[in-house]
């Protein structure tokens, strides 16, 4: 066990040492060097009163969150109601990730590809310097030692991050392996990603999220929302594992990862892909609907965001999730649509951005119950039902974005193979998006070199996780456009590459819960009813369940899929499975617009399945 001989006040450079004790109880000294030199030159730049290195204590997150209730950066919730809740409101301007000022800064810019926002890195980091000078002063400078996956496991990664936020720290703590554990595995030499943050002036105007693959670093500054900031998420997990994915060969997914126990008691695992707020958390621990329920099916939980995947020597694809939180979208969830995560964010969860109800409680839109009669709304200000906006609209209690921070421990259909390092064998990948039209309930792929292909050509409306045009479509290669931290047309190929080293390689199939009617009704009810499709994706895989070839792909006859206590209309099901292929001709062509950009990059695979679909389309 290591403590830490860090309190307040003590200067910058006394942190160079920290005490450990060995096997044999002996007290020694374990000195990183190089961490040690960087915590140091970090505070050199940022200029914080105090350090402190989180040891990861129940006691130390007693401590700390007693200091930000005092400050008000945390609002403590009905502790009989919501035990080890607390609710926390972000900046106005500090909602949701912001794409526009997210760079990849490799040295080359072709290596970021034509879909990332590029700075060159001394440019990058001395814009960010001069917005990161003294941008401490007066503050704590937190040192957080978090691991990515089970601490000590071949497959898992470290990252340090520093910060001056305490709701960062805690947000942290639920989603990440973190604390003295940690600087113990890394001992003296062990490597690690750099993670610097400050919350700085909270100005937009003086935000960057900077990731520098080539020297493992992540700089970001001025924001306090979530993926912005919980550094190990979005820059660590996804963008900056993305690029050593590629160089060690495996790869780090936007994807949840589920079990699916059937009847026979077999456990087959799905790794899902779907853009940001495109139902991923939802799916993951979604309840079997009555019908299918009888059956005997039963969800084992391992992920609902991010999967990190290699091939493993049976010759299939195996994923863990790096992460043991969940950083879950509050609005639409509640105990018809989500059960699972209800019953978990009962207690020690952190709340972003929703509305506080008078009884301490919370509440957000299309939650438990009908709008309250009053409440404090995520800006803070008195919020009734009926308000309105200057331009007449409707303003929500909770804001579009807002978000719980659980632990999985507490997702009652949690997967005893969490903390399993070697994770689960995946037998299906399923792309999905938000799409009112065209793409079908389901369809799978021909082949895996089709199924790369369909996965380049998600296209999903943007949605309040993200600033941008809401609702517009824009194409999302495999839900990573905006975490893929290299050329997107590489990672195509990398994909490629993959599917050629197994020997058993995940079938692959497309998915959309969100076709709509014109007037805008949802045709498919979505959540638990979707296991209705997965039923039929798992028959799939192992061969089983009928199917019809069209030209995108096979898709079911209504009679394959169990709709067994599910009320929905011909008409409906027939509009789910259609192919409209003058559509479909359309998308191809706005497929051909994206991927020009990528120019003799992109694999040649990709430009042979869309014209051997389009081919299809015009004379099958
Ligand atoms: P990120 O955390 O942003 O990556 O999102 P996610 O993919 O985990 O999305 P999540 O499951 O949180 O869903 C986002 C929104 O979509 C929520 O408001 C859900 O209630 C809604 N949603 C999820 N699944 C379905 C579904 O099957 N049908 C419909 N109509 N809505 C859904
Ligand atoms: C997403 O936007 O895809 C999220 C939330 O999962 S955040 O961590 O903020 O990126
Ligand atoms: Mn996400």
């Given at each position: 066990m290591a403590f830490h001989v860090k309190t307040k006040n003590m200067p910058a450079d006394s942190t160079n040492y920290w005490w450990l004790s060995d096997k044999h109880g002996d007290t020694v000294v374990a000195h990183h060097e190089k961490l040690h030199r960087w915590v140091r030159e970090m505070a050199d730049l940022c200029k914080p009163e105090t350090i402190y290195w989180c040891d990861g204590s129940e006691a130390e997150k007693e401590r700390l969150r007693g200091k930000a209730l005092s400050t008000g950066e945390f609002i403590e919730l009905n502790q009989s109601k919501l035990p080890g809740c607390l609710l926390h409101r972000t900046a106005e301007?500090?909602?949701?990730?912001t794409e526009h000022l997210t760079f990849v800064c490799t040295s080359a810019k072709e290596d970021a590809g034509p879909t990332n926002n590029w700075m060159a890195p001394d440019e990058a980091y001395a814009r960010a310097r001069e917005i990161f000078a003294g941008s401490m002063k007066g503050r704590t400078m937190y040192v957080i030692p978090f691991s990515m996956g089970p601490v000590g496991s071949p497959f898992s990664k470290i990252g340090v991050q520093l910060t001056d936020s305490i709701y960062v720290v805690e947000n942290m703590r639920i989603m990440t392996r973190m604390g003295s554990k940690v600087l113990d595995y890394l001992g003296t030499k062990g490597e690690f990603t750099k993670c610097l943050h400050s919350k700085a002036d909270l100005d937009l105007n003086r935000r960057l999220i900077l990731h520098f693959p080539e020297d493992n670093t992540i700089w970001s500054v001025g924001s306090g929302y979530g993926g912005n900031v919980l550094l190990g998420k979005k820059c660590l997990a996804l963008r900056m594992a993305s690029y050593q994915a590629r160089q060690e060969g495996w790869m780090a997914e936007h994807m949840l990862i589920m079990g699916v126990e059937e009847p026979n008691g077999r456990i087959e695992y799905l790794a899902a892909a779907f853009p940001s707020a495109c139902g991923k958390t939802n799916l993951a621990m979604l309840v079997p609907p009555q019908g299918l329920r009888q059956k005997g099916y039963r969800i084992w939980t391992v992920g609902d965001d991010i999967a990190w995947m290699r091939i493993d020597t049976d010759g299939r694809l195996w994923g863990i999730?790096?992460?043991?939180g969940m950083f879950g979208?509050?609005?639409?969830?509640?105990s018809k649509t989500n059960p699972n995560a209800m019953a978990a964010i009962k207690r020690n969860t952190i709340y972003t951005n929703v509305a506080l109800k008078p009884d301490g409680t919370v509440w957000w839109e299309a939650g438990e119950e009908q709008p309250p009669f009053e409440a404090i709304d995520w800006r803070g200000r008195n919020w009734k039902p009926e308000m309105k906006d200057e331009e007449g609209n409707t303003m929500p209690a909770a804001h579009p974005n807002s978000r719980f921070t659980t632990p999985l421990s507490q997702i009652p259909s949690i997967s005893f193979r969490l903390e399993q390092h070697h994770g689960v064998p995946i037998s299906a990948v399923i792309f999905g998006g938000r799409r009112a039209h065209l793409a079908p309930l389901v369809y799978q792929a021909f082949s895996w070199q089709h199924g790369v292909y369909v996965g380049a050509t998600i296209a999903s409306e943007i949605t309040?996780?993200?600033?941008?045009?809401?609702?517009q479509l824009r194409r999302d290669p495999m839900a990573m456009l905006p975490f893929c931290g290299y050329n997107l047309a590489d990672y195509l190929a990398h994909w490629l590459r993959m599917g050629a080293r197994m020997l058993q390689p995940p079938k692959v199939f497309h998915v959309n819960w969100f076709r709509q009617d014109s007037d805008g009704r949802y045709l498919w009810p979505g959540y638990g009813e979707n296991l209705r499709v997965l039923e039929w994706i798992l028959a799939r895989s192992r061969g089983e369940a009928e199917a019809v070839a069209t030209p995108i792909g096979h898709i079911p006859l209504k009679s394959s899929l169990d709709l067994t206590g599910l009320e929905i209309s011909d008409e409906d099901m027939r509009t789910l499975l259609e192919i409209d292929r003058s559509a479909w001709l359309d998308d191809v062509a706005d497929q051909r617009r994206f991927f020009e950009q990528f120019g003799d990059r992109l694999p040649r695979e990709i430009y042979t399945e869309m014209e051997a679909l389009e081919f299809r389309l015009k004379h099958f």
């Open positions: 301007n500090d909602v949701a990730r999730n790096p992460e043991i979208v509050a609005p639409g969830t509640n309040p996780a993200q600033y941008g045009n809401q609702g």
